[in-house]
C-alpha cells in the first residue's frame, strides 16, 4: 500500500508562510488520486484544509482561501501546501491524504506564534 510521508512543518511568526511536502512510496501516485491535506488543531477535530484532483482542481476551506495553494509536481509523486500570511489560527497538526485510497501521512506540525 503507498505510504505518505509529510515534511516542511516548523514554527513561524503570524504574516510569514511555509511549504508543506507530502511525498508519495509510489511513482504517479497523485496522477490517479485525488489528494487532499487536513488539519488538527489540539482539542479539535481534524478539519479539511484543501483538495487537489486528478484534473487539476483545486478547492479549499473558506478560512484559507486566498493565503494557501495545494499543488503536485509533474512526476506525481509529491504534493505540497504552500502556506501564505499565516496566523495563530493556522497552528495544527498537518497531514496529507489519498482519499480514494484512505491512506493518510503521519502528520506535520505547524506552529505560528510571535
Known amino acids: 500500500q503507498v505510504q505518505l510521508v509529510e515534511s516542511g512543518g516548523g514554527l513561524v511568526q503570524p504574516g510569514e508562510s511555509l511549504r508543506l511536502s507530502c511525498a508519495a512510496s509510489s511513482r504517479n501516485t497523485f496522477f490517479f488520486n485525488d489528494v487532499a491535506w487536513y488539519r488538527q488543531a489540539p482539542g479539535k477535530e481534524r478539519a479539511w484544509v484543501a483538495t487537489h484532483s486528478v484534473n487539476r482542481e483545486r478547492s479549499y476551506a473558506d478560512y484559507v482561501k486566498g493565503r494557501f495553494r495545494i499543488d503536485r509536481d509533474d512526476h506525481g509523486n509529491t504534493a505540497y501546501l504552500d502556506m501564505n500570511n499565516l496566523n495563530t489560527e493556522d497552528t495544527a497538526t498537518y497531514y496529507c491524504?489519498?482519499?480514494?485510497?484512505?491512506?493518510w501521512g503521519q502528520g506535520t506540525q505547524v506552529t505560528v506564534s510571535s
Open positions: 491524504h489519498l482519499i480514494r485510497l484512505g491512506v
